[in-house]
């Protein structure tokens, strides 16, 4: 089978420095550049938080926007900076999505409530299992399930091609890349829409990172840590690949080629 040349037409990414192409480049080139940290909201421990972004924009419908997490929201305020970038608004009909997802944000005032009353209770697996009865969500999972993500995409963007969420973070962001990237090469599509986010600003992140000790520290630079933590960063990241004749065909500009996706 012959492989199809794929490239890059969009880009869309909201991180702590800002939203779009032009504002992280013009960060990132400028001599006085710092990190953007949030020292206060969860001391001792730091996040790179995200900026206010204009929800309106991307998510004109404020039900829509009411009934998502900021989670759910971020990521699909970057695929809409995505599609725009790659002037893709017109293929939504026959764009693929791909979606690498963690679980989202936990109930935390459940949480908090579970481990309040198991403190002082005698028989701490009969109150458990009464308190997760009541208390979970009607798909009986403990955070929001990951295609939350893939759906509302679809259901904001109109993007109702084929649709794959993978559950994690790094490994299934690279995996996601791969897949799109070899759907459109084997000729099973000619655009997709691929992407994830993470949204560090939560309470919920400490039982997952700092119990640990992953999640510690203040800030500084890589080239002076010897380990022992990180800081997180709230960030999303989303590309539209397309056959490159379907690029050509359109008039589309193409950033960059993408050869292969390797994890």
Known sequence: MRQRDVVITGIGLVTSLGEGNDAHWEVLHAPDRRP???????????????????????????????????????NTYAAGLALDDAGARGLVGETH??????????????????????AQSSDRGARLNEMLATGLR???????????????????????????????????????????????????GEIALVG???????????????????????FRPLSEREGGGMVLGSMAAYLVLEAAEHARARGARALARLDAAVS
């Open 97 to 118: 999505l791909v979606v690498a997802a963690g679980g989202g944000e936990r109930d935390v005032a459940l949480d908090e409530q579970i481990t309040a009353e198991l």
């Open 196 to 218: 994830g986010g993470f949204a560090a600003s939560r309470w919920d992140m400490l039982i997952l990172y700092a119990r640990s000790g992953l999640w510690q520290g203040g």
């Open 36 to 74: 953007v940290l949030d020292e206060t909201g969860f001391a001792p421990w730091t996040v790179h938080p995200l900026p206010a972004l204009d929800l309106d924009r991307q998510i004109p419908k404020r039900g829509d926007q009411r009934q998502m997490e900021p989670w759910q929201r971020l």
């Open 138 to 188: 009607p798909t009986l999972f403990l955070a929001q399930l990951s295609n939350l993500v893939a759906g509302n995409i679809s259901i904001v963007h109109g993007v109702t091609g084929s649709s794959r969420t993978l559950m994690g973070e790094e490994v299934a962001a690279a995996d996601a890349l791969r897949i799109a990237r070899a759907r459109i090469g084997e000729g099973r």
